[in-house]
């Protein structure tokens, strides 16, 4: 009953923001457009994408200056839920909060690093961050070099962890996103325990379980495939945590010879038989990764509305929402076949 009484309005309000998702039947309206400008239009005319657009022109309609207002919708639903949500419900939301730090982190990263131009205007997200975080967006996305970007983190909790790897020599820009995920995965499970109950804890388990152990099998093919290591250097880039992946089995595919082998090895396990997977097809790992995890966060969802499951899904889905029309407006961009397009972002 207490879960009922405190997610009820709650509940309530992520069911109407879920109705405004868009329908595997409007990507398909979409991937028929010819233009990315035609496409844009289209968004401005759906409700959670109306007055994003309304100051892009034709000529400013680059891939920075959408994804850009496509994560501000994202950042808006989040702050109408934190407004929504008692006190428990926003430690989780501070929580998840960090995964949007991280993710900006990483986009500075790769151009501190690269020493290119940031594509995206962080200045456009200030306000938001503002009120959530320590970090200063506009310092950190006009750093020169990687050792200028590390010092304008200081007296964050990212700032020690970044800055002893910096010491290292030959640290790549992989070496510090694993790093980042990891302290965001450590921090999500020491915060749970200490404000959440018991029901809530499994329920967010469930899912950042399940997103650990498929980054993991993400990392042993990638490291098989494209940089052919040693099972050795393999295991020293692994999130040293199971959920339904077996130690065994994450063994297996880390020592395995070939790619073959890794795929027949992955359809032993929960997630290839939760994908029903055709190893003879060689499937892409990141669509069986996300094909795999809608279904945990959609079930974890409609099974339990009054819990925080409710609120973990949704942001979940907006943002995968958010990756499909970006690429959506890319294929149309390189002008692609409709066909072609729909089938990198609805499920056949």
């Not at 590390?150 to 694993?178: K, Q, W």
């Not at 880039?237 to 992955?266: C, N, R, W």
């Amino acid at each position: 009953m207490g879960n009922l009484l405190s997610y009820s309005g709650l509940t309530t309000k992520v069911r109407a923001m879920e109705s405004h998702l868009i329908t595997d039947s409007q990507f398909r309206d979409m991937a028929a457009l010819e233009t990315v400008s035609d496409a844009v239009e289209y968004l401005r005319h759906l409700k959670a994408y109306e007055g994003l657009f309304s100051d892009l022109d034709d000529e400013k309609l680059h891939r920075g200056a959408i994804e850009q207002r496509l994560i501000l919708s994202l950042y808006q639903d989040f702050a109408k839920l934190y407004r929504f949500s008692n006190l428990t419900q926003r430690k989780f939301l501070d929580l998840y909060f960090m995964h949007f730090e991280i993710d900006i982190l990483k986009k500075c990263f790769r151009n501190a690093m690269g020493q290119n131009r940031l594509d995206i205007d962080l200045s456009v997200f200030r306000d938001f961050f503002s009120r959530h975080s320590s970090l200063d967006l506009i310092k950190l996305s006009s750093s020169s070099d990687l050792h200028e970007f590390i010092v304008n983190l200081e007296g964050s909790i990212y700032y020690n962890l970044l800055a002893h790897l910096e010491e290292r020599s030959e640290t790549t820009l992989f070496d510090y996103e694993v790093h980042l995920d990891l302290l965001y995965f450590k921090t999500i499970w020491k915060v749970m325990s200490k404000y959440l109950n018991r029901k809530s804890q499994d329920l967010l388990i469930q899912c950042f379980g399940s997103k650990l152990d498929l980054l993991n099998i993400q990392w042993i093919y990638r490291s098989l495939k494209y940089y052919h290591l040693k099972s050795a250097d393999i295991y020293a880039l692994l999130i040293p945590f199971h959920y339904h992946l077996k130690k065994d089995q994450t063994a297996k595919m880390a020592e395995s010879g070939t790619v073959d082998e890794f795929f027949s090895v992955l359809k032993t396990t929960y997630y290839g038989q939760k994908a029903d997977m055709d190893i003879r097809e060689k499937p892409d790992l990141e669509q069986l990764t996300s094909e795999v995890l809608d279904k945990i966060y959609r079930s974890t969802s409609r099974q339990n509305p009054y819990s925080i499951a409710t609120l973990n899904s949704y942001l979940y889905l907006k943002e995968e929402e958010i990756q499909k029309i970006i690429t959506l407006i890319e294929s149309i961009r390189y002008q692609l076949k409709p066909d072609e397009i729909i089938s990198y972002v609805v499920k056949q």
